[in-house]
């Protein structure tokens, strides 16, 4: 990520006929992430969100609180402003439909596409979803009800006006087909492609003010308003100064979309459609992510599994939440959100690794340099490798968040943090404090330098904690390039950083543990990192008919381990193979050879069997849970 770019970023504008739950805070989250990564690699950046105030829902939940809907929206509207707010949420702008900005673009397009004639006036009778605002057409039905509410339809016959939706339709297939970023994950683009192939009904895009006036009324007939996802959708343009501001238009214009998977149709269909007819260039990309599931269903009131963001923030803190949203979701699947993976979560990554890496560091430095981090003039070969790590995970990192694979960038950066807590425990500088301060000097900066790098790069998902990490460190600037720390900064003192959370064993699991003594817990198994790694070369170890030396791969480095197979194998029939180490197993001497790592096989009396990975597509070095 070289060139510095324009980089606008949306999300979807939330409707207000309710208060914004976890969901709607995960997009906002993503998008904000994405905004600020942006910003590190020095892109200039233009952040959208919003709120989507017309249509039936809202001046139904309006209607049940007897008052009028500008003023329901006016109530609603400071619960998401305040919500983005305590999750630190760096916006640009907060559109909200009922802005005259708004409702001038939407007019003025409106009367671009009638005239040019994309517009026409019918009778029709279809089934209306009133909870996703949209007409469904019998075959999209499933069980005769609405797909996403799984409820009943109303079936309205009444004039209106309808979009020349279908006239694009063999457009917008060349267009996908042209562009295979447009529409991310591919399996989403598939699904678009999927539905095309059969014809493309033309949209109603207005409401009869007898039945709906809420809403922006049609420049071209006062008893009609507009459609909501016809005024919705052209947010996107409004905001950055469509037909008011050409200059700024031009700068931000094309958009990345962050949408739920929920509303990609609208988004992947409808938009590109009315983008077509009013002559405007496509969108950069629609990027459909999956839904937070709460036991294993999507979340509603009316199941009553909502999870209200601003508990969680209340009890465990904005960053820790950040961070299990973008860790535990793989852009495109849906994931499940429970407590028990929160604290798990919390307490491996957070707790345990870095935190513990950096309650470490700072102990020490205070303890034996007089709180100023130690000069260090000379790396020897342990260092020089952390160093071309860290230099190796930052280019994963931006590599990775390109491809929008936040939760790989995630656990690439704390594998890194835990290599970093492995050297510790390998230099052990409270040891060598003792007898080689200037050692201690080298291990205590090299850990403190990948702390800072650590820190720089979970800024953009946990700002204020890496903040404190950075500060403690007396870092100042962004630069992600190893070597910036100064050795003389101050260390100030710090509360813990992600104290580790209580957990409560229910009963029943405390007897199932007293039964079964051998029981380990997740995070002593996480411990282990058990990686695939490729055999190079084999030979047997002489005076001895038990042991094979393998020399091996591991991702980017290269090792040797003794093994206890030459019975059971002969040297060349195991390289080339894939194998599983025990990667992170102290380095041991066997019969005066080396040995970093253990191998895994599957032994029975005089049976023994390596386990080897079957595919070609695995890499050496990919971990194993
Ligand atoms: N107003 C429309 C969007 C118009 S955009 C031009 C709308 N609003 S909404 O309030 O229903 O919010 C929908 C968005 O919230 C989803 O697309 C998704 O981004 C987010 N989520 C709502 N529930 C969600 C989950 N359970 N999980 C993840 N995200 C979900 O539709």
């Known amino acids: 990520m070289s060139t510095k770019n324009n980089y606008f970023i949306t999300t979807p504008i939330y409707y207000v006929n309710d208060k914004p739950h976890i969901g709607h805070a995960y997009t906002t989250i993503l998008a904000d992430v994405l905004a600020r990564f942006h910003r590190t690699v020095g892109d200039e950046v233009f952040f959208l969100t919003g709120l989507d105030e017309h249509g039936l829902k809202v001046q139904q939940a309006a209607d049940k609180k007897g008052i009028r809907p500008q003023l329901h929206c006016d109530e609603m509207a400071p619960r998401f402003i305040n919500l983005w707010e305590k999750l630190h949420i760096q916006y640009d702008d907060f559109i909200r439909t ?52 799984d409820r009943p339809l109303e079936t309205i016959k ?47 895009i207005s409401r009869t003010k007898c039945r ?6 049609l420049p071209f007939d006062k ?14 343009i409004t905001a950055p100064g469509y037909l008011t501001d050409d200059k700024s238009f031009k700068k931000w214009w094309p958009a990345v979309h962050l949408i739920g998977k929920d509303i990609l149709m609208t988004h992947a269909v409808y938009w590109p459609t009315m983008i077509f007819s009013a002559n405007i260039s496509q969108a950069q990309t629609i990027f459909a992510h999956g839904w937070w599931l709460s036991d294993d269903s999507k979340m509603s009131k009316s199941l009553g599994n909502v999870i209200n963001p601003l508990d969680l923030i209340d009890k465990y803190g904005v960053d820790p939440l950040r961070y299990y949203l973008m860790r535990e979701m793989v852009l495109g699947q849906d994931a499940s959100f429970s407590m028990e993976s929160f604290i798990k979560r919390y307490n ?64 690439e950066i704390l594998q ?16 060598l404090v003792k007898s080689d301060k200037l ?36 870092s100042i600037g962004t630069e992600l390039k190893w070597g910036i720390l100064k050795s003389k900064k101050i260390l100030k003192k710090h509360a813990p950083l992600f104290p580790r959370i209580k957990v409560e064993t229910p009963m029943v699991e405390k007897i199932k543990t007293t039964v079964q003594e051998n029981v380990i817990t997740y995070d002593e198994f996480e411990k282990s990192e058990l990686k695939t790694a490729l055999v190079l070369g084999a030979e047997k170890v002489e005076g001895t008919n038990r042991l094979l030396k393998l020399q091996i791969e591991v991702g980017d480095e290269k090792r040797q381990i003794v093994a206890g197979v030459a019975e059971y194998y002969n040297p060349e029939e195991l390289i080339s193979k894939m194998i599983v180490i025990v990667a992170n197993l102290e380095p041991s001497t066997v019969r005066g050879i080396e040995s970093s790592g253990m191998l895994l096989a599957a032994k029975k009396g005089k049976e023994l069997s390596l386990i080897i990975i079957d595919s070609d597509n695995v890499e050496s070095g990919t971990r194993i849970f």
């Open 223 to 236: 008893d009609y308003v507009t459609y909501v996802w016809f005024d919705a959708l052209i947010n996107y």
């Open 439 to 474: 050692s201690a000097a080298r291990v205590l900066y090299t850990a403190s330098e990948s702390l800072r790098i650590s820190a720089l790069l979970l800024h953009p998902v946990m700002p204020n904690r890496s903040e404190i990490i950075l500060d403690t460190l007396g």
């Open 158 to 204: 009444e004039k209106n006006y309808f979009f020349k939706m279908s006239k694009y339709q063999q457009q917008l297939i060349n267009y996908i087909d042209d562009n295979p970023d447009f529409i991310q994950p591919k399996h989403r683009k598939n699904e678009i492609l999927g539905f095309l192939r059969q014809p493309l009904d033309d949209l109603c």
């Open 348 to 411: 491996s990554d957070l707790a345990n690794d870095f935190g513990n890496l950096f309650s470490r560091v700072s102990t020490l430095i205070a303890k034996n340099f007089e709180n100023t981090i130690p000069q260090c003039d000379e790396l020897t070969e342990e260092e020089i490798k952390v160093q071309k790590r860290a230099e190796f995970v930052i280019e994963q990192v931006h590599e990775l968040i390109k491809k929008m694979r936040i939760n790989e960038a995630i656990e």
């Open 98 to 149: 009922t802005e005259k900005r708004h409702e001038s673009v939407v007019q003025s397009i409106l009367k671009k596409v009638y005239e040019k004639g994309d517009i026409y006036f019918d009778e029709y009778t279809g089934l209306y979803c009133i909870g996703c605002e949209r007409f469904y057409t019998e075959k999209e039905l499933v069980d005769g009800k609405c797909p996403q509410h």
């Open 416 to 431: 890194f943090i835990r290599s970093i807590n492995k050297y510790m425990e390998q230099q052990a500088p409270w040891k």
């Open 212 to 217: 709906l006036n809420w809403g922006i009324e």
